[in-house]
């Protein structure tokens, strides 16, 4: 008989899925090969998932909730196993992100992460570390879901002009976030300015942060270094980053004429006229 690995379904959001998938099998008199064959994976791939050694997809769950007729307790569950795959020190922030009513942030180097496309978000994080990093993608892909919700929270971004001009994935990974980004013009909860090189000195020089507002809750600034993040609802913080904040819009282009930039920046610098594996200098 097989060796059969017993998992602690207390130990992680990951084991509890791993341990209700195969419960749910077994009761539903299905082998490996059989849920395997009817959600479109291999056998092997759905041991891997109840033994823990796998993270599963929002796509897996969502078929073997047809599959099992578990009525979307897998579709429930994997949001909570994907949150877990995030560094630890950043889950409690992401927490709090599903929670704000209004997200305000200031990005200095990259694309803001709940509107990154998943290429470009798997370029940004291969930069660290790669071992995990189909899981960290993933997790990053679920953040996103908050502006999907039936009242999603309001989210206003600056993005510094570097930005758009810095070829993170190459061009066509640009072109592509580019493009992402400008399809938000059509809905009414994201918001986005661009802090164009021609504003000089401005109020954020030191870097990147985000202001998070709640219905029920102080409001916190969260802010990162090189190996962590920081949260904070200290009311001399708050309201500093919101004076500072203020005057990052006041000096950002309109939203309109932000839109004009993007469009402008991914057609001349990664316009498909270019050579495909030309890579921007910034």
């Known amino acids: ?30 082998r490996l090969a059989d849920l395997g064959s009817v959600i479109f994976c291999t056998g092997s791939l759905v041991g891997q998932i109840e033994t823990a050694k796998k993270v599963p997809t929002r796509e897996f769950a969502e078929r073997a909730d ?45 694309i803001y992460g709940l509107l990154q496309t998943e290429p470009y978000a798997r370029a940004v994080l291969a930069t660290g570390v790669q071992e995990r990093l189909d899981e960290l993608v993933a997790a990053r892909m679920e953040r996103q879901r908050i502006l999907t919700r039936e009242e999603p929270p309001l989210t206003w971004i600056i993005l510094d002009e570097a930005a758009l001009h810095r070829p993170v994935g190459g061009r066509e990974v640009m072109r592509q976030q580019l ?21 000089g000195e401005h109020a954020s020089l030191i870097g990147s942060f985000n202001i998070l507002r709640f219905d029920d809750h102080p409001d916190m600034v969260y802010t990162e270094d090189l190996i962590s993040g920081h949260m904070t609802a200290s009311p001399d913080t708050v309201r500093e980053a919101a004076f500072r904040y203020a005057h990052l819009q006041a000096s950002a282009l309109s939203v309109e004429d932000s839109a004009a930039l993007i469009t402008r920046v991914m057609e001349e610098r990664y316009g498909q006229a270019a050579r495909p594996d030309d890579r921007a200098v910034a």
Do not use: C
């Open 179 to 199: 493009a992402h980004l400008l399809s938000f013009l059509r809905g009414k909860w994201v918001r986005i300015q661009v802090l164009p090189f021609e504003a």
């Open 66 to 110: 047809a599959a099992l007729m578990t009525d979307g307790f897998f579709s429930r569950l994997v949001g909570l196993v994907l949150r877990s795959q995030l560094p630890t020190w950043f889950q409690a922030y992401a927490d709090m992100e599903a929670k704000a009513t209004y997200i305000s942030t200031y990005q200095a180097q990259m």
């Open 1 to 30: 008989m097989a060796n059969i690995r017993e998992l602690d379904p207390s130990a992680s959001p990951l084991d509890y899925f791993g341990y209700e998938l195969r419960r749910k099998r077994e009761a539903a008199g299905m």
